[in-house]
T-cell receptor, first 117, second 111 residues
């Protein structure tokens, strides 16, 4: 099946620093990438949708200046958490949508656990 | 707006069948999915069904869709301990719109 990778798989950073998370579609071209946030024992909350080469569309309540999303190519999107604070600690999951074996499915990365101390 | 509801917990004995239920509110939903999430991991697509189908079977998995009642279920036959995970139901209107997820059902399989 289609593979989506994320890097890093976990990161610990100090409050006030910025963290970049990469999401790559390894064997298909992702026309659309999505970034989700998951709190412990909760569902996935969509943060933003991005199409290659255009600005991301953020969901209501998500600060676009804090969560910078770049979708520079059909295989790479990055999420940068700027000036991270402990409340930003969470599990961040990206997903990529593209044409795989004739269907337009959404495939998920393994997630990145961010801990801000 | 769109909403997807699931029961939060299900416990079954190894070898029994598990049935995880989901209801959704948007009658325009076109694609309905089941994802599995193991601890500390991302989501794995298990199966999906188009809204013009009533049933789909894939090995031990059977998906039933009652479009009139907006009810979706996932049946896992011969449930194994490796099936213990959180199962998310999700729906979307089209191939270009984001998925809307339920809160997930935590399946515990007792040996």
């Amino acid at each position: 099946g289609a593979v989506v990778s994320q890097h890093p798989s976990w990161v610990i950073c100090k409050s006030g620093t910025s963290v970049k998370i990469e999401c790559r579609s390894l064997d298909f071209q992702a026309t659309t990438m999505f970034w989700y946030r998951q709190f412990p024992k909760q569902s996935l909350m969509l943060m933003a949708t991005s199409n290659e080469g255009s600005k991301a569309t953020y969901e209501q309540g998500v600060e676009k200046d804090k969560f910078l999303i770049n979708h520079a190519s059909l295989t790479l999107s990055t999420l940068t958490v700027t000036s991270a604070h402990p409340e930003d600690s969470s599990f961040y999951i990206c997903s990529a949508r593209g044409r795989v074996r004739g269907s337009n499915e959404q495939y998920f990365g393994p997630g990145t656990r961010l801990t801000v101390t | 707006g769109e909403d997807v509801e699931q029961s939060l917990f299900l416990s079954v004995r190894e070898g029994d069948s598990s049935v995880i239920n989901c209801t959704y509110t948007d009658s325009s939903s076109t694609y309905l999915y089941w994802y599995k999430q193991e601890p500390g991991a991302g989501l794995q697509l298990l199966t999906y069904i188009f809204s013009n189908m009533d049933m789909k079977q894939d090995q031990r998995l059977t998906v039933l869709l009652n479009k009139k009642d907006k009810h979706l279920s996932l049946r896992i036959a011969d449930t194994q301990t490796g099936d213990s995970a959180i199962y998310f139901c999700a729906e979307t209107l089209s191939g270009n719109t984001p998925l809307v997820f339920g809160k997930g059902t935590r399946l515990s399989v007792i040996a």
